[in-house]
């Protein structure tokens, strides 16, 4: 019903037309996410606009309030008896007078010299009043006020300082370093639409119009706002005060607006910029102490201003920028006024430029140019994105970020290629679709080229600064400049190739077919569906714009980026020309789209074929990792054999870069998860890990070493945990060294001193006697320490052992004998970590078989406990034998499951789709595993 409400209201915004201020623009986007919370809100009437804002505010610290007075200049647009204003609920509202200032349309076309002479006039308030369970103001004429009257509306407001959240006008406080005592700071943060708890106004991102803010402040502190000051004077009424006046601003939105009041301490420098760009100032700001820690961050600061400036075109819009970092921030996002931010401490002493940089793209983006309303601030924070790691890749901080874009891209393929993309969950949804969408960006700009695509913004930017846009206008000017590069032929558009990949929840496979005799091959593009089964509806319906982007064997080259040829919402397409039947060819390189690619045998095997040659390194190391995951994730979904899969992992044995390990460490997890229902095969493939991974465990050592990369510590610890996991007893001997300490200590229950990450192999691989004391910890857990550590404890005793001892040991404990500590949500979680291995369901099954009355009775009036027993016992088998098991559970107990009734039908339908993958599937990785291990397996292998 709430989805329903939201769209049709999405499509009424499409049909809106805009305020006069400007041309008037005609509403057309086709980034519609219906998703977005503020998309459905109550829009203002727009019989008038402003035109210009004076605001004054003065924080009362010590009381928790603020008062302040706004002048509102107003342009009429249609005949009116009121003027609607936003105003949230807890402000105070008086308001003083509203005059007219200048003559409206009619007045003027009279007599122009009367029009000249015109008076202000005091106009008549019938009513001034908030409208009841909306957050809106009404002031009611008592005539009606005719088109293009200029009106200027006097209003005195108060509300209160909070001090519990960062947001609207809010206070907060910090020692001082010497006395101890608090000092006081206050400070804004209007996004996404809090300044209307602030002081009434016209809250939405399209009314843009110059404003003057004055704050008053006590002597000592220091006001920053938009501006730079422009004047100080001194308040008559309050001693120790002064006023400080701002320079007018641009145009702004409401929620770009910011002030700060505070005596935190502050370093200043001057950005110079090119001959005829004036200087930047550029302040930051914290405590006294903390001022140096963030030391490094103008230096950040500096070189991505000058990036920007570079990438729009446009330098830095404003004369100054300050930036804080405010003590005790809570809001989880920055503040991102127009020229003053506000990070948290530890968001500005952090080591990688990523958030600093991501702010000042708002700066141009949002603040300069602003999305006109929240349905085309999708787009908006899509391409922030986008330019946000296109600039710290500028930035050369690549050993922290290069993991960019794999793992954002990996994880959109495994969402959008479930059987229900996201589940119902919108935040989860926003946040994919934003992925998918900076990933599009990514892709124009690999196949209109980096030049004509930055161009495209610099026209966007040019176009539409100090205004407001729609999420076409960027698309239309891609378009213009890819047109005038002639990178696009009429009459295709960015906006179709765009949209065809950002208005559905689905990602293509295109599956290559070549004919090795005519050197051509077929292009059939489908639905991606990973997750079995595959029986989404309207599949036929999907078409994309796909991008096919050639490299061949006989002429390696990465670096020519433009399409071959555009599938134009074609299923299927043939191309000519390829190379001779001994040359492999690959398509979609470095994942320029985002869309796996599946081919005929004979490539797979020429490619795996190169990988495990010397030459393997003319792949560039983003596009080897892109072969590996797409091979493994397409025979996962069971379209490409899995032979020819884990060939695909073979290079790894000469491989040292990181990116290109990453996917192999998914492949054991969700492979490993699938077999390890059968004893002899599962075996066979922690064996093969073990060969595959120990050689470069070793040699990387196990602990990290000085001057090292993030990317070299990121694989070590993967390898580690995957190679313990496998039962590699180097790495096991390691874990349970350290854990002795713990068995040891002489109250083992003060604190845990063994890193987390040798807990779960202890469990696993270790002897009841150590599994029994880890027991015994989460038993005798102190409450004064932290819950999150005993909750990784009993994920860990339930999720990882390999020994049906201790699974049957954990549910006679929590279950059966009802043991006190342990409440219903512990016992909840356990039966989820249970479930996740095959010892832990196959010993619950017969835990629950051998146990059944009891265990019933225990949970009569807990049905969601029992439900998930069942669910635990049952769901996750993946072979014939047992799916006869529960089957024959199923007839046997058929009256008594009560409410786990649909857990056990579901559970049985489920198991069917496991059972034929494992039929499918199982005989040819474990012919494939048999071969590896009579080539590879020669040596020890250190197995447990
Ligand atoms: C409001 O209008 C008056 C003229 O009526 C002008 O002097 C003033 O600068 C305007 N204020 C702003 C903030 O634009
Ligand atoms: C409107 O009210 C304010 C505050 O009381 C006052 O300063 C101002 O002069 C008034 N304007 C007119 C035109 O009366
Ligand atoms: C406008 O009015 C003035 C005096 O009221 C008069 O002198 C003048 O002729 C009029 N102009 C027009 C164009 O009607
Ligand atoms: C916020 O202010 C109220 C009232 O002044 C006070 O009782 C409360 O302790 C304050 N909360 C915080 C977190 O400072
Ligand atoms: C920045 O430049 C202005 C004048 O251009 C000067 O007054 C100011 O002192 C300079 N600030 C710093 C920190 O150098």
């Not at 200029?150 to 370093?177: A, K, M």
């Not at 506000?342 to 952090?350: A, I, M, P, Q, R």
């Not at 071969?931 to 040596?939: A, E, H, L, R, T």
Request: hydrophobic share 40%.
């Amino acid at each position: 019903m709430m989805v329903l409400g939201k769209f049709i209201l999405v499509a009424f915004i499409a049909e809106f037309t805009v305020i006069k201020v400007g041309a008037v623009r005609q509403k057309r986007s086709i980034d519609l996410i219906a998703a977005h919370s503020l998309i459905s809100q109550e829009r203002l009437p727009t019989d008038t606009a402003p035109s210009g804002y004076h605001l004054f505010l003065r924080p009362d610290f010590e009381s928790g309030y603020f008062e302040g007075y706004v002048v509102i200049n107003v342009t009429v647009q249609h005949k009116t008896y009121e003027i609607v204003l936003h105003a949230h609920k807890d402000l105070q509202i008086e308001l003083k007078n509203a005059t007219q200032v200048a003559p409206d349309d009619e007045e003027l076309k009279k007599n122009s010299t009367e029009a000249d002479a015109f008076k202000p006039q005091l106009l008549t308030i019938e009513s001034a009043e908030k409208v009841k369970k909306k957050p809106l103001y009404q002031i009611s004429f008592g005539s009606p006020i005719k088109p293009g009257a200029q009106l200027q509306v006097y209003i005195q407001f108060s509300g209160p300082l909070f001090n519990d959240t960062s947001e609207g006008f809010f206070r907060s406080s910090y020692p001082d370093i010497a006395t101890k005592k608090a000092k006081w700071l206050a400070a804004t943060h209007m996004r996404p639409n809090m300044a209307r708890s602030v002081f009434p106004c016209y809250d939405e991102p399209a009314y843009k119009v110059p404003m003057v803010i004055s704050v008053a402040r006590p002597k000592h502190m220091i006001a920053t706002s938009n501006m730079p000051v422009e004047k100080t004077t001194e308040d008559p009424r309050l001693k120790d005060w002064v006023w400080d006046t701002f320079q007018k601003t641009p145009p702004i939105a409401t929620y770009s607006i910011g002030v700060v009041i505070s005596e935190l301490s502050s370093l200043s420098y001057n950005l110079t910029g090119k001959e005829e760009v004036p200087d930047i100032s550029v302040t930051i700001w914290a405590r006294p102490d903390f001022i140096n820690a963030i030391n490094d961050s103008t230096i950040k600061i500096d070189k991505t201003l000058k990036i920007l400036a570079e990438i729009w075109g446009t330098p830095y819009p404003l004369p100054k920028i300050d930036i804080y970092a405010l003590p005790n921030y809570q809001a989880t996002k920055p503040a991102d006024a127009w020229g003053l931010i506000l990070f948290k401490e530890s968001e500005l002493s952090g080591r990688g430029s990523w958030h600093i940089a991501q702010e000042l793209v708002y700066q141009w983006l949002g603040a300069l140019a602003t999305p006109f309303w929240w349905s085309d601030a999708h787009i908006n924070n899509a391409l922030v994105r986008y330019v946000t790691a296109y600039t710290t890749i500028q930035m050369q901080e690549n050993e922290t970020f290069s993991n960019w874009p794999m793992t954002m891209l990996y994880s959109i393929y495994y969402e959008f290629s479930k059987r229900y993309p996201h589940g119902k969950n919108t935040a989860i949804k926003q946040d994919s679709t934003s992925a998918k969408t900076e990933l599009v960006f990514r892709m124009l700009n690999y196949t209109l080229g980096e030049e004509t695509f930055k161009r495209g913004l610099q026209r966007f930017m040019a176009d539409r600064q100090y205004k407001t846009f729609f999420g076409d206008d960027i698309w239309l000017c891609i378009t213009e400049q890819a047109r005038f590069d002639e990178k696009l032929p009429v009459p295709i558009t960015v906006n179709e190739i765009a949209a065809s990949w950002i208005t559905k929840d689905r990602l293509p496979v295109l599956t290559v077919t070549r004919n090795y005799t005519s050197n051509t091959a077929t292009l059939t593009q489908q639905v991606y569906l990973r997750e079995r089964p595959h029986d989404v509806p309207d599949q036929d319906k999907y078409l994309w714009w796909i991008p096919v982007v050639l490299v061949r064997q006989d002429k390696l080259d990465f670096h020519n980026s433009t399409p071959f040829i555009w599938m134009r919402s074609e299923r299927e397409i043939q191309i000519e020309g390829l190379p001779r039947s001994d040359s492999f060819v690959i398509i979609n390189p470095e994942e320029i789209g985002p869309f796996p690619v599946n081919y005929d045998a004979k490539n797979w095997n020429m490619l795996s074929n190169f990988l495990n040659s010397p030459d393997r390194t003319q792949i560039p190391v983003t596009t080897r990792a892109k072969l590996l995951h797409d091979a493994w994730n397409l025979a996962f979904a069971g379209n490409l054999s899995f032979s020819i899969a884990l060939d695909m992992t073979l290079f790894l044995k000469d491989e040292r870069d990181y990116l290109a390990w990453d996917p192999v460490f998914t492949l054991i997890d969700h492979i490993g998860k699938h077999i390890d229902s059968s004893p002899t095969i599962h075996k066979k493939f922690q064996n093969y890990v073990r060969l595959l991974l120990s050689p470069l465990y070793e040699e990387l050592g196990s602990e990290p070493k000085e001057g090292e990369g993030d990317g070299t510590s990121h694989l070590r610890s993967s390898l580690k945990i995957f190679v313990c996991q496998a039962g590699y007893s180097p790495c096991i001997e390691e874990a349970q060294a350290a854990y002795r300490k713990w068995m040891e200590a002489k109250n083992p229950d003060e604190g845990n001193p063994v890193a987390n990450q040798y807990i779960c192999p202890v469990f696993k691989w270790g002897t009841m006697e150590e599994w029994e004391f880890g027991l015994q910890r989460v038993l005798n857990f102190p409450s004064f320490r932290k819950q999150n550590e005993r909750t990784y404890l009993l994920k860990t005793l339930a999720g990882c052992p390999n020994a049906p001892e201790k699974i049957e040991k954990l549910l006679t404990v929590t279950v059966l004998e009802k043991n006190v500590n342990f409440s219903d949500n512990d016992i909840y979680l356990l039966f989820s970590m249970i479930s996740t291995n095959a010892n832990g369901y196959n010993t619950t099954f017969e835990f629950l078989k051998k146990n059944w009355n009891a265990i019933k009775k225990r949970f009569e009036d807990k049905p969601y406990l029992w439900n998930s027993m069942v669910t635990a016992a049952t769901n996750s088998f993946k072979t014939e034998e047992g799916l006869d098991r529960v089957r024959a559970l199923y007839v046997e107990k058929q009256n008594e499951f009560g409410t786990a009734d649909f857990v056990i039908e579901k559970a049985l339908v489920n198991l069917k789709e496991e059972v034929r993958w494992s039929k499918e599937n199982l005989p040819v990785i474990e012919k494939w595993l048999d071969n590896y291990i009579s080539i590879y397996g020669s040596k020890n292998s250190m197995g447990r």
